[in-house]
């Protein structure tokens, strides 16, 4: 009997291996495919019959009998029909989950070279067309056109370009770049091969995070076992070091070529000037998948659905505090509630939802009442957030906002590159602003009585200085001081102030988005939620 | 030490681009990059001392100590915070008797943090010695405090 079981990190997390082991040992020809991607449901085994794979999950190994014979208690029956899979537009993710990753055969059955086999009878203009036409945008988090960063590569005179994919992924929430290395390497290989015909590059990296191994192992396997179909195009794994700021493009560009992964001001763009010097096209993960299916089935039947200037799918991520969390590949413009309350079943936990953090760690808070968003790059850069890579984490009551906006600050510290002084240092301020911010509330002293020197606003420090020169020791030890809580206004409204003042400076004195960004996870969560940072909350809204 | 770095940069090239697969290789052979075998990397690659601390510096995953027998790397990022991660990091602080980013004296286990790691619906997650643990408990931490005594 033939049984499909995931090797997914995160079906292994979850003990899939045990179960393989199990049904293998129990004479089953065991095939190993990728994630589903609904972890509610893992381990998860599908049975070969003849009305098509019958799906059991969770099960154990010990549940290997009652598989079999189909008694078990966890029948799912088709996994196509269950309500988490039958609304998605699997456009990139149809194989995934289905198939034996690494199995040439399988992904030649499942429509797999058809891309780059039409793309290697157009010309490189051609090409370059489709995936304008598709409307296709970069899926790491900018949002940039695809087709348009093609065409300036396409256009760069050079002798040798170059393809690189962002496979750092770095985003908490998010890990749609990791099920598809894991569960459909070839679709990555396939969508780099076409750009490399496409701009005329010769040589590729695929750059993962060290955090990723299972991803590594099989991108390198695959690599392998594909060179053949892809030649002259070469391929090579990158393996990243833990830095969160590699996932930016131009430091990414420098960990590559063997330096710290520093941002690069720009220009030059990396189309022009990108690895090596050399004419470079850097995509996510998820914008090359997608190229294939675009070659395939026409530009036209990608830009179909979707909304406004959002065009085709995006693979949303469930994460966090959610009772169905996994991978959701769907047109954009689904609303943000029917994602997190109808798709996901709200929390896991039970307990109403209180938060939604989309777009990862740069990403804004959102509360229900913002549910109305539909899944789109403007509504919400308007609504003062980002999609990002399209992770959702999800928090219920018991979450402390002021200690979300904390952790944002200390982990713009913790990763800063260290290239400009508002992110490097505003960060670490940040943090100190915020633990003084919680102590008050948790002291439950509003108003500070009488502080030594009233420094609501940098402004004032600037004249509260300028008067003391020449005052000798005092100075002195003012200076040396002035950051001691004896000596500043520690009052929560003071703090939230300087807080904010702080926020300003990032957003516009930052070079790229680490700094930049930083404050919409912690301004969002003031806004929102200004209870958890000992202010009046806000008035509800009717109708939520 | 030397002589690995040598024959490595041999095989797979003595390019400045191979810095960080150099540095990957070492830590996989010896657990961490001695701040003695530094001359030998920059030799190897044709760049100056300063470049190679640099690097080895910049990037979270290298060590310049010898790492715990054991090492837990426990993820502290949102979606596991969102799950009750913060607990679970002090429950496992406590009961591996280490802190956050430490090695314990006897050098049997680290603890140490890392920001997520693609498993974000099933957390709290970590890593034991390499291997993916998920929806992280009371009980899963007695058993994990069991493995890496041993
Ligand atoms: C701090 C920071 C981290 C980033 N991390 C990632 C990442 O992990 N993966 C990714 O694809 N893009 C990431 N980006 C965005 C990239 O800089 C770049 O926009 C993207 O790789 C371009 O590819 P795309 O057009 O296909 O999205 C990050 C940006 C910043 C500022
Ligand atoms: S904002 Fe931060 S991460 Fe980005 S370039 Fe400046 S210091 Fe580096
Ligand atoms: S946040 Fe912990 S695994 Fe992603």
Known sequence: MKVFVSRDMASVALGANDVARAFAEAGCDVVRTGSRGLFSIEPLVEVETKEGRIAFGPVGPGDVAAVLDGS??????????????????RFTFGRCGVIDPLSLDDYAAHGGWQGLGTARVMTPQQVVDAVKASGLRGRGGAGFPTGIKWQTVLDAPAGAKFIVCNADEGDSGTFADRMLMEGDPYCLIEGMAIAAHAVGAGHGHIYIRSEYPYCIATMRAAIQASAHLVAPFVLEVREGAGAYVCGEETALLDSIEGKRGQVRAKPPLPALQGLFGQPTVINNVLSLAAVPFIMVEGAEAYAAVGFGRSRGTMPVQLAGNVRHGGLYEIGFGITLGELVNEIGGGTASGRPV?????????????????????????AFAAAGGLIGHAGITVFDESVDMAHMARFAMEFCAAESCGKCTPCRIGS?????IMDRIIGARDASVSVRPEPVEGLSSLADKGKASTGSVGTGEGYLNRALYSRSPDRIDVSIAAQTGLLRDLADTMKYGSLCALGGFTPYPVLSALDYFPEDFGAPAPIKEAAE | ??????????????????????????????????????????????????????????????????????????CRAES???????????????????????????????????????????????????????????????????????
């Open chain 1, 428 to 432: 670490t301020r940040g943090v100190e």
């Open chain 2, 1 to 74: 030490m030397e002589e690995f770095i040598g024959a490595w940069a041999v095989r797979h090239g003595a390019t400045r681009d191979r810095l960080l697969p150099l540095l990957h290789a070492i830590q996989e052979e010896a657990g961490y990059i001695d701040d003695a075998w530094v001359p030998a990397i920059a030799k190897a690659l044709n760049i100056s001392r300063a470049d190679v601390h640099g690097v080895i510096t910049f990037y979270h995953d290298f060590r310049r100590t010898p790492p715990g027998r054991h090492v837990v790397k426990l």
């Open chain 1, 72 to 89: 078990h208690a966890n029948r799912l029956g088709r996994i196509e029909h269950l309500l988490f899979f039958a609304g998605q537009q």
């Open chain 1, 354 to 378: 209180r938060a939604v953090q989309v777009g990862g760690p740069l990403g804004a808070y959102f509360p229900p009442s913002m549910f109305h968003l539909p899944f789109d790059y403007e």
């Open chain 2, 80 to 150: 596991c915070q969102a799950r009750g991660g913060a607990a679970i990091e002090t429950a496992a602080a406590k009961l591996l008797g280490v802190a956050m980013g430490e090695t314990r004296a006897d050098g049997q286990v680290a603890l140490e943090p890392v920001y997520c790691l693609g498993l974000c619906a099933i957390g709290p997650n970590a890593l034991i010695d390499g291997r993916p643990v998920a929806r992280i408990d009371a009980a899963a931490l007695e058993r994990i405090a069991l493995e890496v005594a041993a």
